[in-house]
């Protein structure tokens, strides 16, 4: 699915009016009826105080539609105007008038702190204050507002957004902002949804689509792309009935260290679970036994070193090379990868010690070949790139960093994304079980294993983020997220690619 910003979302407005010859009056009507369907069907009729606080701008207008909707399906229904200017859009006057001719119960102006209503936690309340159209912080007394209404403990549904977050630029998290319990947003998430800082504030979210022009949608080039399993599926290529192991590729792991062996062993394992036809890991001599026991299906060359790596040198010709887990940062260690940068041609994807060493060494960049997958957490990717600002200048410096040495960032987190000079990938599946140890190194392996197989870097990278949060639901569907261990993720990567053809009951992810 494609996110837009909110100047693209205005233009797409524009356009469908001129297209569907429909006023910006109806087009509100009908985005706001379709709230007003979404609430009737959850509420079916309850007898509960709804409260709608409704900006002057569009987002109130939408307040106000969803408000004489549920009054004339006769809900108990208070309407607050929030107003924190005199310039009310037409659209929000239109709809006010509308109001005002259907009930003797006009709408409450709110214009200070001494206006606020009492709400009460099982009060249902609307945010229809502030939409797309934010631009800075709050006013005094609106920023109050939001406070009182998120500490009342009452549901809240947002419009559109929670109010005080802004569709694509950073808000500081420390200021006010709606703790929405549930958003319903117009034709496509916003960016901000996904972002560690302020994801928290969106609660669960339902996209409707509002009809804008598809046409026109379709050839916009989105600000970031949402990969759920319509675009996996559209991205997996099936097996020819007549290929071999050398079809998928031959995947090379070099990493581990004393005491760190198992990080690698779980990458190899999702390697092979992931498709990878063959599979060597090169490791410090310590690991020979480990591995051979614990994964008889890989092949093991050693170091000399005993207990971390000193020299990289193999006589294979790997698809791809996987380098860093569990690999330590030792000084001999960050000498043998420079002389394996130095000789190799290779695809790579380097992960958590690897990306380390990066960052200790800054010259080893410009040796990565194209397409490079780098795949940090939050405390790699801050050694690599430096401190950010906030989540937008985290992005803007990730994308620097691709875009100066052709990379592939995959910054992991509850919503991985996966990077590149140009675009944004933004994953939908997994979950909070996942938050476990080695499942970072999980992932390395499934994105080796793909392109091990022939997918391109960033192809690999999209699916196999897609596929490692799959495997993640699918283990803890019957483990639990406390239950499930990186293990288990390595051994659903089958199910999840299995999963992509099921045929889901909602018809969604
Ligand atoms: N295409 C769609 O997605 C549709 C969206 N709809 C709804 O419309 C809103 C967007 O409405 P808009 O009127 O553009 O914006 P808001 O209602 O969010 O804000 C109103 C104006 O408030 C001003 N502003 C911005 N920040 C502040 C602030 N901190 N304090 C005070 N005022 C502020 C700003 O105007 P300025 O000229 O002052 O900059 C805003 O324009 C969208 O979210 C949907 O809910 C349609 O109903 C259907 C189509
Ligand atoms: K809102």
Known sequence: MKIFSAHQLKEADQITLEKQGISSVDLMERAATLVYEEIHRRLQNADIPVKIFCGIGNNGGDGLVVGRLLIEQGYNVTIYVVNYSDQRSSEFLTNYDRVKNLTKNWPVL??????FPEISVGDFVVDAIFGIGLNRPLGDWVASLVRHINSSGAFVLAIDMPSGLMADAATDPKNDIIRASFTITFQTPKLVFFLPETAEFVGDYLVLDIGLDRDHLLKTEPVARLIGKPEAK???????????????????????????MGSICLSGTAALRSGAGMLTFYVPACGYEILQTALPEAMVLTDVHEKTLSKIEFDLDPSVIGFGVGVGTSKSTQQ?????????????????????????????????????????????????????????????????????????MVIKGAYTFTVTSEEIYIN????????????????????ASLISQGYEPLVAAVLGVYLHGKAGDLAAENLSYEGTIAGDIAAHAGPAILDLFKQDENNEN
């Not at 709110?110 to 206006?115: M, T």
């Not at 997996?236 to 998928?248: A, Q, V």
């Not at 190799?344 to 960052?359: H, Q, Y």
């Open 234 to 260: 559209a991205l997996y290529r099936p097996r020819n009935k007549f290929s071999h192991k050398g079809t998928y590729g031959h995947a090379l792991l070099v990493g581990g260290s004393y005491g760190k």
């Open 428 to 447: 939908n599946s997994g979950n909070p079980g996942m938050a476990t140890a080695g499942s970072g190194d999980v992932l390395t392996g499934i994105i």
């Open 110 to 115: 709110l214009k200070s702190e001494e206006d």
């Open 336 to 408: 043998a990868f420079e002389q394996l940068l130095k000789k190799n041609k290779k695809p790579m994807v380097i992960d958590a010690d690897g990306i380390n060493i990066l960052s200790k060494n800054k010259e080893f960049l410009k040796l990565l070949p194209e397409g490079t997958v780098l795949t940090p957490h939050p405390g790699e990717l801050k050694r690599l790139i430096g401190e950010w600002k906030d989540d937008f200048d985290k992005l803007e410096k990730a994308r620097q960093l691709a875009r100066e040495h052709n990379l592939i």
